[in-house]
C-alpha cells in the first residue's frame, strides 16, 4: 500500500461495532411483527420468534466465521473476491450497493410517514419528499464529520428507539394479563410465518462493510454478529409477550404496539412508541449511511472502483467522496417515487450476498486442506434457507437488470490493481 496514503483510523470498539447489527436488524419491524405474529399463531408467537431465530442462526455464524478471516471494509466483496474472484466479489458489491441507496430512499419515506403522525404537515406532496432530503442530507453531514460522531450519533438514536420498549416491556409484568394456554399452529402456518421472522434479522450483515475502521474488527465483528442476533431474538420474544400480556386485542390494527402501549401507559405512551418507531426507522438508515461508504471505498482499495471513491478528508478522516456520492444518490432517490420495486429487488440482493458469503467459508477451508463439519452444516442450512426466502420474491427480473448493469461496470471500473493482497483470507 502508499505509505502516503491517508487511511481512516481505526476508532471504534466492540460496543460501537455492535451497534451496527443492532440497528440493522430493529427498524420498523419491530413496531409490526408482533401484531402479525400474534394473529397468525396466537400465544405461541414468542416461541415462533426464537424458532426464526435458530433457523437464522447458522447464517450469521457463516458471516461471523468469514469476519474471523478480514479486517479491510468490503464486507462480501472481500468474501466474493477471495473464494471466486474479483468478478463476483464486484457484483457483490455493486448489488448490494444499489440496492442499500433504494432502500435508504425507501426507508426515510416510511420514517417521514411516521413522522407526520405528529406533524401533519409533513404528509403533503411537497414536504414529505423535502423531507426525506432533508434527513438523507443530515445523516450525510455527520458522517461526512468523522466516525466517532458517527457512532455518537447512532448510540443516541439507538438509546431513543429502545427505551420506549424496554419501558412497554415492564409495563407488561403490572398489566395483570394473562398468556393463556400456548397451542401449537398448524404446519402450513409456521411455514408462512417462518418468512416474518427471518426478514427480523435481515440487516445484521452492514457491520462487515465497515470492518476497516473497527480496532480489533477480527474480534469484535464475529461477536458482535453472535450477540446481536441472539439478543434481537430475545428482544423480540419480549415484546411480543408484552403485547400479548397488555393487549392482544390490538393484533388487527394499524400501529398495534402504539394501541398497546396507551392501554398500558397511556397517551404519553402511545407517543413514546411513535417516536421510537421514527428514530427506529432513522438508526436502520444511519447504521447503513455509515457502512455502506465504507463498502465503496473498500471496493475503490481493491481497485474495482476509481480511487476517487478512496479519498479520505485529511481533517475528519472519513472516506469523504463515498460518503458524499451515497448520501446525494439517496437523496435524488428520495425525490423519485417509483422505486418500490427496487427497493423489493434490494432483498432480493442482500440474499445473493448471503448465499456468496455463506459458499465463500467452505471454498477457502477447502483450499487449507480441512472443510470443518459444522461450518459445512451451516453453510448448506444458510444457502438453503436463503433460496427458499428467494424464491417468494417477484423481482427477478430487476435483479437481472441490477447484475447486466454491474457486468458492464466491471468491465469499465474495475481495471486497477488492488492496493493489498488478500493472502489475510
Given at each position: 500500500m502508499d505509505p502516503t496514503k491517508i487511511a481512516p483510523p481505526r476508532t471504534v470498539g466492540f460496543w460501537g461495532t455492535s451497534l451496527f447489527p443492532l440497528n440493522g436488524m430493529?427498524?420498523?419491524?419491530?413496531?409490526?411483527?408482533?401484531?402479525?405474529?400474534?394473529?397468525?399463531?396466537?400465544?405461541?408467537?414468542?416461541?415462533?420468534?426464537?424458532?426464526?431465530?435458530?433457523?437464522?442462526?447458522?447464517?450469521?455464524?457463516?458471516?461471523?466465521?468469514?469476519?474471523?478471516?478480514?479486517?479491510?471494509?468490503?464486507?462480501?466483496?472481500?468474501?466474493?473476491?477471495?473464494?471466486?474472484?474479483?468478478?463476483?466479489?464486484?457484483?457483490?458489491?455493486?448489488?448490494?450497493?444499489?440496492?442499500?441507496?433504494?432502500?435508504?430512499?425507501?426507508?426515510?419515506?416510511?420514517?417521514?410517514?411516521?413522522?407526520?403522525?405528529?406533524?401533519?404537515?409533513?404528509?403533503?406532496?411537497?414536504?414529505?419528499?423535502?423531507?426525506?432530503?432533508?434527513?438523507?442530507?443530515?445523516?450525510?453531514?455527520?458522517?461526512?464529520?468523522?466516525?466517532?460522531?458517527?457512532?455518537?450519533?447512532?448510540?443516541?438514536?439507538?438509546?431513543?428507539?429502545?427505551?420506549?420498549?424496554?419501558?412497554?416491556?415492564?409495563?407488561?409484568?403490572?398489566?395483570?394479563?394473562?398468556?393463556?394456554?400456548?397451542?401449537?399452529?398448524?404446519?402450513?402456518?409456521?411455514?408462512?410465518?417462518?418468512?416474518?421472522?427471518?426478514?427480523?434479522?435481515?440487516?445484521?450483515?452492514?457491520?462487515?462493510?465497515?470492518?476497516?475502521?473497527?480496532?480489533?474488527?477480527k474480534r469484535d465483528v464475529p461477536l458482535s454478529i453472535v450477540t446481536m442476533v441472539s439478543g434481537v431474538t430475545l428482544l423480540y420474544m419480549a415484546i411480543i409477550w408484552a403485547f400479548i400480556a397488555i393487549g392482544p386485542q390490538f393484533a388487527g390494527e394499524d400501529n398495534a404496539l402504539a394501541g398497546v402501549a396507551g392501554a398500558s401507559m397511556g397517551q404519553i405512551g402511545s407517543l413514546a412508541i411513535v417516536v421510537a418507531a421514527s428514530f427506529s426507522i432513522g438508526a436502520n438508515n444511519f447504521a447503513s449511511g455509515v457502512a455502506q461508504p465504507r463498502l465503496m471505498y473498500g471496493m475503490a482499495e481493491r481497485g474495482m472502483l476509481p480511487r476517487w471513491f478512496e479519498y479520505v478528508h485529511p481533517r475528519f478522516l472519513t472516506p469523504f467522496n463515498a460518503i458524499l456520492f451515497y448520501g446525494v444518490a439517496a437523496m435524488l432517490f428520495g425525490l423519485w417515487e417509483g422505486f418500490e420495486v427496487l427497493a423489493i429487488a434490494g432483498t432480493l440482493v442482500r440474499l445473493v450476498t448471503y448465499v456468496v458469503t455463506s459458499c465463500a467459508l467452505p471454498v477457502l477451508e477447502h483450499r487449507e486442506g480441512r472443510i470443518d463439519p459444522l461450518h459445512l452444516f451451516c453453510v448448506i442450512f444458510a444457502v438453503a434457507s436463503s433460496l427458499f426466502i428467494a424464491a417468494q420474491t417477484q423481482s427477478w427480473l430487476v435483479f437481472g437488470g441490477l447484475l447486466v448493469v454491474g457486468t458492464l461496470l466491471y468491465f469499465i471500473a474495475a481495471r486497477q490493481k488492488p492496493e493489498y493482497p488478500l493472502d489475510e483470507a
Open positions: 430493529i427498524g420498523a419491524g419491530i413496531f409490526a411483527l408482533p401484531a402479525v405474529l400474534v394473529a397468525a399463531v396466537g400465544n405461541f408467537a414468542p416461541w415462533m420468534m426464537l424458532v426464526g431465530g435458530i433457523l437464522f442462526l447458522p447464517l450469521a455464524l457463516c458471516y461471523a466465521w468469514m469476519a474471523t478471516r478480514f479486517e479491510h471494509s468490503g464486507g462480501s466483496v472481500l468474501y466474493g473476491e477471495a473464494a471466486f474472484g474479483r468478478f463476483v466479489g464486484f457484483q457483490a458489491g455493486w448489488a448490494r450497493y444499489a440496492s442499500a441507496i433504494v432502500t435508504a430512499a425507501a426507508n426515510m419515506h416510511v420514517m417521514v410517514a411516521y413522522l407526520a403522525a405528529l406533524f401533519p404537515g409533513l404528509a403533503g406532496p411537497v414536504a414529505s419528499p423535502v423531507a426525506v432530503a432533508v434527513g438523507l442530507a443530515l445523516i450525510t453531514a455527520i458522517n461526512l464529520y468523522g466516525m466517532r460522531a458517527s457512532v455518537g450519533a447512532l448510540g443516541v438514536m439507538t438509546a431513543i428507539k429502545l427505551l420506549p420498549l424496554g419501558a412497554l416491556i415492564l409495563s407488561a409484568l403490572f398489566a395483570g394479563g394473562e398468556m393463556g394456554a400456548v397451542t401449537l399452529p398448524q404446519f402450513s402456518q409456521v411455514e408462512t410465518v417462518i418468512l416474518l421472522t427471518f426478514y427480523a434479522f435481515i440487516g445484521f450483515e452492514g457491520v462487515v462493510e465497515a470492518a476497516g475502521e473497527f480496532k480489533h474488527p
